[in-house]
């Protein structure tokens, strides 16, 4: 597992929330960039939707294994 996956996992549900956002106001702005051709990385766009998709599945599974405790 990557540092970067274990750093999130480490994270809460509402640290993960707070930086979900933040991480979505830095793919509209790559969108932007990479419009006006400012970027020379376009493969930022990719990794930056990536890493949105690992958090929410992260979060998922958090909320889940929640759900599962109450129980």
């Known amino acids: ?21 933040e991480v979505y106001k830095k793919l509209r702005e790559v969108r932007f960039k990479v419009a006006n051709r400012e970027v020379k990385d376009t493969n930022e766009k990719s990794k ?15 909320e889940a294994k929640k759900l599962e405790n109450k129980e």
């Open 48 to 62: 930056i939707r990536k890493k949105i998709s690992m958090m929410w599945t992260i979060i998922r599974e958090k």
């Open 1 to 21: 597992m990557s540092k970067e996956i274990k750093e999130i996992r480490e994270k809460t549900l509402d640290q993960l929330h707070k930086e979900i956002g």
